[in-house]
Nanobody
Framework: EVQLQASGGGLVQAGGSLRLSCAASGFTFDDYAIGWFRQTPGKQREWVASIGSGGSTKYGDSVKGRFTISRDDAKNTVYLRITNLVLEDTAAYFC???????????????????WGQGTLVTVSS
């Protein structure tokens, strides 16, 4: 069973930094791309970043330059480093996996992805 658990969220002041973690299990982690999306109440999901099995990375336009995705295959974990946090970063953050091209394209509404429990990031002014 595919399991993805995001953690590391919390209350952070604007301008600060945060690192989110995604612990994965139930599949051959090394072979799959992993991504992150975020969601706020009343708004659509927004894809933020994905990383391929070989380490290639892609980012959503709104987060380029502030978000860095990385992976540690030995720990079956993907990280999302967020710097210079802004109020608009307040959201629940989820990690996802699935069909690799779908994940790398950030197609978060596809039926071919899986995601787990998210972690809440709240940015204060």
């Amino acid at each position: 069973e595919v399991q993805l658990q995001a953690s590391g969220g919390g209350l952070v002041q604007a301008g600060g930094s945060l690192r989110l973690s995604c612990a994965a299990s139930g599949f051959t982690f090394d072979d799959y791309a992993i991504g992150w999306f975020r969601q706020t109440p009343g708004k659509q999901r927004e894809w933020v970043a994905s990383i391929g099995s070989g380490g290639s990375t892609k980012y959503g336009d709104s987060v380029k330059g502030r978000f860095t995705i990385s992976r540690d295959d030995a720990k079956n974990t993907v990280y999302l480093r967020i710097t210079n946090l802004v109020l608009e970063d307040t959201a629940a953050y989820f990690c996802f996996t699935g069909d690799p091209p779908t994940v790398l394209r950030g197609q978060i509404n596809s039926e071919y992805i899986y995601w787990g429990q998210g972690t809440l990031v709240t940015v204060s002014s």
